[in-house]
């Protein structure tokens, strides 16, 4: 198509409208999302050609969301377009995370993890990833990233890969959405220098009762939505090791009491929580008995 047009909305989203309208603009036939790292932390959606994108006065269910900008743009500026606005930044203590396009190399006590924004949910420029990077931190100083681990809801599996690098062994990240099997491969085969030609942990696409998913494990990681989460924690408290510990995230702050009684009641006795913007993340750990 010689003449294609893609669509790019730049929108003012607040904290806690991101997860449904994601959905919703999923839905509509959106190619690719994401949160600018720096403020204002504007959202970026793009819509491909073959796409009727959604009428903006749709975005009205969502309170604080304003379109901010409406762009038209062709085949030859699409790279140029999908940078804008995702630089390079820091995680914790140990990670510095970069666009692949970015060949600057960061600081030399940190750990360079390479991404590829818009694939799949998980590039770390998200609160909700951050603070699990900074949770496996701290597990990692306490030794207790032996394994195994099971990340569920991986997204590109960033997660799974920060804890290999943290000296997590014995790693299985999965995701329901087909598109983050590739995304998966892809962050492997991006961060390959880091890796010595280890595979830092088995993926699939599937759900938490796939046969692939054994147990009992040492750890969970659940960085998906809280009514995920108490979806499945009767689950979660099945392939976890008594003792074994949980880190859930994506969690609005203002449903902190909410979540830690879900947790109490499957088990999970919570530890810490970490709170950065309108997200919580919350380590648990699960029952000995």
Known sequence: MANAMHLRWKLEVPD????????????RGSSAFYREA???????????????????????????VRLLEAEAFGDEDWLAKSREGFGAFEVGERFHV????DETPGPEARIGLVVNPGLAFGTGGHETTRLCMEMLEELALDDKLR???LDIGAGTGILSLAAFL???RGLTAFDIDPECGPAMDELIELN????????????FVGT????????????????????????LLPRMAEV????????????????TDEALVSLVSQGFQPKKVLKEGDWIAILAERDRS
């Open 98 to 101: 970069r666009p692949l396009w």
């Open 192 to 203: 390959a220098p880091l890796l010595g030609g280890a595979r830092p942990y088995e993926s």
């Open 240 to 255: 976890s090791a008594p003792g074994g510990w949980l880190i859930a995230s994506g969690i609005l702050a203002e449903r």
């Open 38 to 64: 720096d403020p204002p932390k504007a959202c970026y959606v793009y819509f491909s050609p073959e796409t009727l994108p959604p009428e903006p006065g749709g975005l009205k269910a969502f309170p604080g």
């Open 16 to 27: 806690g409208q991101e997860e449904a309208l994601c959905a919703w603009l999923e839905e």
């Open 147 to 149: 394994g195994p681990i």
């Open 166 to 168: 943290l000296g997590g």
């Open 208 to 231: 938490l009762d796939h046969p692939r998913v054994g147990g009992p494990y040492a750890g969970l990681l659940a960085n998906i939505l809280l009514e995920t989460i108490q979806e």
